[in-house]
């Protein structure tokens, strides 16, 4: 799967975004590290993150994902 629609939250307004591998999530909830940024490595039922700053890859369930998501930045294409 290359991509993903999601519904996210953000800001009282649900939005629907596209979600591709290799884009970066900035989440609501930040990382061990301090970092919020998440690079997506993997779209579908589960979702697998790289955290930007220390590089830990993590899966986890796109409903738990789509929750914790503020913004999508897309990669340059
Ligand atoms: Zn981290």
């Given amino acids: 799967m290359i991509y993903l ?4 939250q953000c800001s009282e307004r649900i939005i629907y975004v596209e ?13 061990v590290c301090k970092s ?3 690079k997506v490595l993997r779209v579908g039922a ?3 993150l790289e955290c930007e700053k220390c590089g830990h890859i993590f ?11 503020k913004s999508v930045i897309h990669k340059e294409k």
């Fill in 5 to 8: 629609n999601i519904y996210v």
């Fill in 19 to 31: 979600i591709y591998v290799g884009d970066i999530l900035q989440m609501k909830k930040s990382h």
């Fill in 36 to 38: 919020n940024t998440m």
């Fill in 46 to 48: 589960d979702f697998r």
């Fill in 59 to 69: 899966m986890i369930a796109r409903s738990k994902c789509e929750k914790n998501i």
